[in-house]
T-cell receptor, first 113, second 113 residues
């Protein structure tokens, strides 16, 4: 299995632009998580899907952030408009709920100038 | 100007020595705990987990100890190797939030050759 796939790996954009991060979870996993990692705040859970349905989005910073999971093999995290304080590494993780381990993707490093 | 961010504790050990990384958790209702390893530029990688009804669990070169009385978790790495250098995170599973992981700030492990 290729593991969790994220794209792009790096994204540099200007303030005000729309940013879309993509994730393909491991096949057969039914939970998907989006995290943000910064030096200031560490690793934070943004949103959690189970069977493609958002379960907990309490970690989404504000309305500029949105996430979708149209099917079991694809999810997006969108920031519109982006701001410099959104600069971080964004991780996607997936899990088979029959076991406890979450598998993380390689992350997308976002820089907003 | 001076940057402000999380000040991660750092553990420096000599190659071949044993390492002990500690973690305090907050919720006595958490039903399991996981240790993750994050190497530079990569996503967190699962090391070992432990259920809340256990005190100790062993893996390959790693042992996790759980002390529920004081809400303390530790990860012991035997015969530490240069490849063990990374940031180590403990995470607790919060069932009341729909089985989501809450991560600690992390500990930097540096292995000296």
């Amino acid at each position: 299995d290729a593991g969790v796939i994220q794209s792009p790996r790096h994204e540099v954009t200007e303030m005000g632009q729309e940013v879309t991060l993509r994730c393909k979870p491991i096949s057969g996993h039914n939970s998907l998580f989006w995290y943000r990692q910064t030096m200031m705040r560490g690793l934070e859970l943004l949103i959690y899907f189970n069977n493609n349905v958002p379960i907990d989005d309490s970690g989404m910073p504000e309305d500029r952030f949105s996430a979708k999971m149209p099917n079991a093999s694809f999810s997006t995290l969108k920031i519109q408009p982006s701001e410099p304080r959104d600069s971080a590494v964004y991780f996607c993780a997936s899990r088979d709920d029959r076991v406890r381990e979450q598998y993380f993707g390689p992350g997308t490093r976002l820089t907003v100038t | 100007g001076e940057s402000v961010g999380l000040h991660l504790p750092t553990l420096s050990v000599q190659e071949g020595d044993n390492s002990i990384i500690n973690c305090a958790y907050s919720n006595s209702a958490s039903d399991y705990f996981i240790w993750y390893k994050q190497e530079s530029g990569k996503g967190p990688q699962f090391i070992i987990d432990i259920r809340s009804n256990m005190d100790k669990r062993q893996g390959q070169r790693v042992t996790v100890l759980l002390n529920k009385t004081v809400k303390h978790l530790s990860l012991q790495i035997a015969a530490t190797q240069p490849g063990d250098s990374a940031v180590y995170f403990c995470a607790e599973n919060r069932r009341e939030y729909g089985n989501k992981l809450v991560f600690g700030a992390g500990t930097i492990l540096r292995v000296k050759s």
